[in-house]
Every structure is written in C-alpha cells, then in structure tokens.
C-alpha cells in the first residue's frame, strides 16, 4: 500500500475556491483503479492549508492517476491557487 | 474526526532508531480511548522521513493522548533524533 500526503498552502482566501474544484477531482479519482482512498482535509488553524491524504494499492495505479484525464485538467487550476506545495510519498513501518 | 499529520526530518541515520522507539508508542496508543488509527510511514524517496498519521474521534481524545504517560516519556526522546518536525490538525472535507 502506497500513501500520499499532498499539501497545499493557499493564496489567502483562495481555499474555499480550490475545495469546490476539489469535489469533481475527489468523485471521478475514487473511481480510478487501486484508489483505496482519496479525502481533502482542511487545517482547524489555518483554513489556508488543504491537505488530500491518499491510499493507493500500488505505484502503478498512482502513476495511472497522474496521467488521467480529470487529474491533468483540474490539478493545474488548483495549482495556480496555491503559494506552495509538498508532497511526500509513504509505505508503513506499523 | 480529527486527522493529525506530524512529519518528521531526522539526523541522518537517525530515523532507524526512531523507528525503534515508535513500536511501544504505536502499541500502548493504539488502546487509547477514542484512537480511530495511529501509523507510522517512512518516505519512500527520503528514509530520514518519518510521519505519523493518526485518527482520532475528539480534540479531547487528541489532547489526552498528549498528556499520557507513554506520550510524554516517549515523544521527547523521539524528538531529540529529528531535525525538524511539522504537526497539522485537521478537519475532513470531503
């Protein structure tokens, strides 16, 4: 199992717009082959952080979600929302 | 719920040791009221990068983990290991 962190700090007040594209990319990604899960978080101290926290079966499926057609079209939009990014990619110790 | 995400940087050749150390922290928190979940993830392009995501039910579950006695004999010696850390609270979106 393959675990992403993907978080975003935001332009100042530029969140809320981005959380309204995220519903679109949450729906149609959950669908994706070995997408165990895909949730958007938002920090209960800075509302201008958004963190996608992701479960995917293999690398494989997760290289296939970045080059799917929902994922290239909406993720650069959210992109351009953004002041910065970070994002880490997990395996389990325990 | 509340999902906390605390990322840590360790000295290098550090992380092993730290990994050690989390066995009893992740065993004995595991059994806490209200721990939904408790992982420990290494990156996978970074070794010296260990992050912990945890579920809980409450901030106040949260907040008594904090103060237990396997927390607060465990955490600081952990912490000593690392370089940097980052700790986010967060609500789900969606």
Not at 24 to 31: A, I, S
Not at 84 to 93: C, F, H, I, T
Request: aromatic share 8%; proline share 2%.
């Amino acid at each position: 199992m393959i675990k992403v962190v993907a978080k975003g700090i935001y332009l100042e007040g530029k969140a809320d717009e981005a959380i309204t594209m995220y519903d679109e990319l949450v729906k149609k990604t959950r669908e994706e082959k070995g997408c165990i899960s895909y949730s958007l978080f938002r920090d209960v101290n800075n509302p201008d952080i958004l963190t996608m926290i992701e479960e995917w079966e293999s690398v494989e499926d997760l290289e296939a979600h970045k080059i799917s057609e929902h994922f290239t079209r909406i993720v650069p939009k959210i992109g351009a929302l953004r002041k910065s990014a970070e994002l880490n990619v997990y395996k389990m110790v325990y």
